[in-house]
């Protein structure tokens, strides 16, 4: 069964509002997830690393204030897109690291289209 | 600071044809790598993956990779290619559950 529950999977929303996007973590408490965006034909890249009771850590060009990310819990991440815009649209993904493994589990995945 | 290069941005085969997939990672300590592959319209899926051990690693669907330390090297081999292979394939690498890195990506197009 699925580690790791990614939701909405996919979400339409119009130009200035926010969308929050969900990752929990199923089997294990994950004091860290990873939040990527891939947009079409394009590759992941990595936004930002979620750590658990703790600021978020983003990597360059990524703006902190609209991708807004809480992981209030060893099994929940938050990823919200402030004043969503048109080039906000992509394919957002959270993947959370088991610390005892050292594996590395993959969300579905949130289409995100703004209109 | 870690980085994957594929340098292979599109390859086209023909059906049966041996298929190899370049990828060379940078990162000063011990890596896992990955392959990953996306069909279109699909989510990624892990192809196969190193974590120690034997450097030539068997996956899913009839594909393999070899890590080469000294070559920071772990290309992707499949001996015949189908024409349900064409799909984006991305190399990874990453650091004990450190965040992961993806390459940019190699399109394959299979000729049927």
């Known amino acids: 069964g699925a580690v790791v529950s990614q939701h909405p999977s996919r979400v339409i929303c119009k130009s200035g509002t926010s969308v929050k996007i969900e990752c929990r973590s199923l089997?294990?408490?994950?004091?860290?997830m990873f939040w990527y965006r891939q947009f079409p034909k394009q590759s992941l890249m990595l936004m930002a690393t979620s750590n658990e009771g703790s600021k978020a850590t983003y990597e360059q060009g990524v703006e902190k204030d609209k991708f807004l990310i809480n992981h209030a819990s060893l099994t929940l991440s938050t990823l919200t897109v402030t004043s969503a815009h048109p080039e906000d649209s992509s394919f957002y993904i959270c993947?959370?690291?088991?610390?005892?493994?050292?594996?590395?589990?993959f969300g579905e995945g949130s289409r995100l289209t703004v209109l | 600071a870690q980085s994957v290069s594929q340098h292979n941005h599109h390859v086209i085969l023909s059906e049966a044809a041996s298929l190899e997939l370049g990828c060379n990672y940078s990162?000063?300590?011990?890596?896992?790598l990955f392959w990953y592959v996306q069909y279109p319209g699909q989510h990624l899926q892990l192809l196969l993956k190193?974590?120690?051990?034997?450097?030539l690693v068997k996956g899913i669907k009839g594909f393999e990779a070899e890590f080469i330390k000294s070559k920071f090297s772990f290309n992707l081999r499949k001996p015949s290619v189908q024409w349900s292979d064409t799909a984006e394939y991305f190399c990874?690498?990453?650091?004990?559950?450190?965040?992961?890195?993806f390459g940019s990506g190699t399109r394959l197009s299979i000729r049927p």
């Open positions: 990162y000063g300590g011990t890596v896992n």
């Open positions: 993947v959370v690291a088991s610390g005892r493994s050292g594996e590395l589990f």
């Open positions: 990874a690498v990453n650091a004990y559950a450190s965040k992961i890195i």
């Open positions: 089997d294990f408490q994950a004091t860290t």
């Open positions: 190193y974590f120690s051990g034997d450097p």
